[in-house]
C-alpha cells in the first residue's frame, strides 16, 4: 500500500470515530469537584437523574369499518400500540381517552367502548385486558428500561349505532 | 481501490443515520405524594426533559379525579401549559395543588397522573379512528388532612380585633366622652328628660281620668239599678196587701 493510500485510511479511519463519538449523548445532572488535600486527584462526582421516556409507534389507530352490536376484538388489522422507555428507570402505562364522537357531534358513543389487552386476540382473565376511561388509569403494564411493550387495541360498537366517520383521542402515559 | 468503495459506501450510509434526528419526552422519576390540610395549597416542580436532537413541544393534560361522594375534588394547575424544550434541554412545570375546604373531610385518598404529550411542532388533530398521543405522566396522590388555621391568618384576625378594640376605646374617651359632656349635651339631655317626664305625667293623667269616668258610670248603673229593685219591691208589697179577704180588709179599717 502506499503512502498516498495509507493517508486516506487514517483519515476514514478518523472521521469514523468522529462521527460514533458525536452520536453518542447522555443525560447527567450536578456535576460536583473536590479535590484531596495533599494531593493533586480531582474527584468528579456525576449524578445521573432518574427518568423514563416514551416514545410510542404510531399516532393512530384506524379501526375501518365496524357495523353496530360488533367487536373488533382486540389487535385485529394491526391495531396495536408500541411503547418504548428509553429512560433508566422503569415505568407503568397509564391510559384515558375521550369519547367517541361523529361528524354530526350530536352522534356519539361512551369511550368505554374501546378496549385493550396486553396480549393479541387476548380478552378476560388472564390478561391486562380493560376498557379505557375518561379518567388516566394505571394499565398495571411495566414497561422495563430500553424495552417495548405492546397494547393492543379494539373498539365495541354499540347495537343500532348510527353509521358516520367517528374519532377519539386516546393518551397514553408512562409514569414513573 | 477494491477495499476503499465498500468502506466509503459503510461511511455514507453512517453519515444518512446520524442525520435523522428524534425529540423523546422524558421525566424525573417519582410520583408526587402530599400530605394536604383541607383548604390548603401545595405546589411542586415537575421536570419535563428532552432526551432528542431536536426541538420537542409538548403539552400538559391536567389530571381527572375519580368522583368520590360527599367530597370535593382537588383542583390542579399548570404553568406553562404548553411550550417547546430545546434538545437535551430540561424545563420545569409549576404544578399547583388545591384542596378545597368546603364540602371536604380528612381521611380521603386523591389519585390521579398529570401528564404531558409530544406534540410535533406542526402538530394538526388528526379525524378518524383512535388518535393516540404518547406523553409522560406523574402520579399525584394527596392525602387529606384536617383543617388548620394559618398562623398568618390567625395573627391577622387578632390584630383586627384588637385594632378594632383600641379604635373603639379611643373614639370613647376622646371622642364620645367629650361631647357627651359638654355643657350644651347635658343642656340637651336634662330637656329632652324633662319631655319625657312631661309625657308621662300627661299619660297618667289622662289614664285616671278614664279609669273615674268609668268607675261613674258604673256606680250610676249600679244605683239605677237599685232604685229599680227599690221600687219593684214596694209594688210587690202593695199588691201583696190588695189581695187579702174584704172581713180583714174591714178589721183593718175598724181597727183604724
Known sequence: MNNRAVIVNLGIIALMAAMVLSVVSFTFSGISLSANSGSTNVVATVNVQSTCVLAVSNSAINFFTVNPGTSTGVGASGNVVSDTNNGNVGSYIWISGSNWIGVNIAVNFFVANTIYSNSFNNEGAGYLFNSVGLATGNTGELVSTGATNTLYFGVNIPNGQTANSYTQNVVINNVC | MAIRVPLFFF?????????????????????????????????????????????????????????????????????????????????????????????????????????????????????????????????????????????????????????????????????????????????????????????????????????????LAEARMIGKQASMAEKAAKSTASKKSAKRSPRKQKKGAKKK
Open chain 2, 11 to 215: 461511511l455514507l450510509s453512517l453519515i444518512l443515520t446520524a442525520n435523522v434526528y428524534h425529540a423523546q419526552l422524558g421525566q424525573a422519576a417519582g410520583a408526587f405524594v402530599i400530605n394536604m390540610s383541607i383548604g390548603s395549597t401545595a405546589t411542586r416542580n415537575w421536570s419535563l426533559v428532552n432526551t432528542g436532537d431536536i426541538p420537542l413541544a409538548y403539552r400538559v393534560i391536567l389530571p381527572t379525579f375519580t368522583p368520590i361522594p360527599n367530597a370535593t375534588a382537588p383542583t390542579v394547575v399548570a404553568v406553562p401549559m404548553n411550550g417547546t424544550i430545546a434538545p437535551h434541554t430540561t424545563v420545569a412545570v409549576k404544578v399547583v395543588i388545591t384542596l378545597p375546604y368546603l364540602n371536604n373531610k380528612a381521611g380521603i385518598r386523591w389519585d390521579s397522573v398529570i401528564g404531558s404529550v409530544a406534540q410535533p411542532l406542526n402538530f394538526t388533530q388528526g379525524t378518524g379512528g383512535a388518535q393516540i398521543q404518547g406523553g409522560v405522566g406523574k402520579e399525584i396522590v394527596i392525602k387529606s388532612q384536617p383543617a388548620t388555621i394559618d398562623p398568618l391568618a390567625l395573627a391577622a384576625i387578632i390584630a383586627g380585633i384588637v385594632i378594632a378594640i383600641a379604635l373603639g376605646i379611643y373614639y370613647y374617651k376622646y371622642k364620645f366622652l367629650p361631647k357627651y359632656n359638654s355643657k350644651e349635651e347635658r343642656a340637651k339631655r336634662a330637656k329632652r328628660q324633662k319631655e319625657i317626664a312631661k309625657e308621662k305625667l300627661r299619660r297618667m293623667e289622662e289614664k285616671l281620668r278614664s279609669e273615674r269616668a268609668k268607675l
